[in-house]
T-cell receptor, first 114, second 115 residues
Framework: AQKVTQAQTEISVVEKEDVTLDCVYE???????LFWYKQPPSGELVFLIR??????QNEISGRYSWNFQKSTSSFNFTITASQVVDSAVYFC???????????FGTGTRLQVFP | GAGVSQSPSNKVTEKGKDVELRCDPI?????LYWYRQSLGQGLEFLIY????????KSGLPSDRFSAERTGGSVSTLTIQRTQQEDSAVYLC?????????????FGSGTRLTVV
């Protein structure tokens, strides 16, 4: 069965600190997709990244980076030099090939204090 | 419009009443999804439409929940005889079919409160 675990319920950091949000997934498929979404206080979910299971290259986008490791079934998300605007709930999600359904983790609430 | 539009943004209803939640997807997006987000919880899949048909409605929690989509566009999620446990934010998303290249685009949600 598919499952996404985000063990960190809430993280608080001070601005300019680096922070890593953990995501561990379970799936029996060899082809699948992993996602991260951001939900700011306004409530609307914002797509951040999609990764397929055959691409284990790490990705960097500005202050954001993602570390995908199939050996540990993890897809962790790091924010470098965090800012107050990064405060949000972050969701990791999984989709198996052939389905369009996303299975979400329970989210990690990140609070960045000035 | 440019984004996924949901209405109403907030709905307070009495226990036992029926409610209808509306979703206007992005033009050209043939795939449409409903999710539910309860307080402090993740997003729970409810139903998926491809065009007007629903190949996956496995997430609907009970037969009080139903959804339809007409014209390959607007979708309505109906909850009959609402219960307090139905209180949640109901999110709609749309995408191009089976691509997921850019992920879904989500609406801002309808916050349903059953009193």
């Amino acid at each position: 069965a598919q499952k996404v675990t985000q063990a960190q319920t809430e993280i608080s950091v001070v601005e300019k600190e680096d922070v890593t949000l953990d995501c561990v997934y379970e799936t029996r498929d060899t082809t699948y997709y992993l996602f991260w979404y951001k939900q700011p206080p306004s409530g609307e979910l914002v797509f951040l990244i999609r990764r397929n299971s055959f691409d284990e290259q790490n990705e960097i986008s500005g202050r954001y980076s993602w570390n995908f490791q199939k050996s540990t079934s993890s897809f962790n998300f790091t924010i470098t030099a965090s800012q107050v605007v990064d405060s949000a709930v972050y969701f990791c999600a999984l989709s198996e090939a052939g389905t369009d359904k996303l299975i979400f983790g329970t989210g990690t609430r990140l609070q960045v204090f000035p | 419009g440019a984004g996924v539009s949901q209405s109403p943004s907030n709905k307070v209803t009495e226990k036992g009443k029926d409610v209808e939640l509306r979703c206007d997807p992005i033009s050209g997006h043939t795939a449409l999804y409903w999710y539910r987000q309860s307080l402090g919880q993740g997003l729970e899949f409810l139903i998926y439409f491809q065009g007007n048909s629903a190949p996956d409605k496995s997430g609907l929690p009970s037969d009080r929940f139903s959804a339809e989509r007409t014209g390959g566009s607007v979708s309505t999620l109906t909850i009959q005889r609402t219960q307090q446990e139905d209180s949640a934010v109901y999110l709609c998303a749309s995408s191009f079919p089976s691509s997921l290249v850019g992920g879904y685009t989500f609406g801002s949600g309808t916050r349903l409160t059953v009193v």
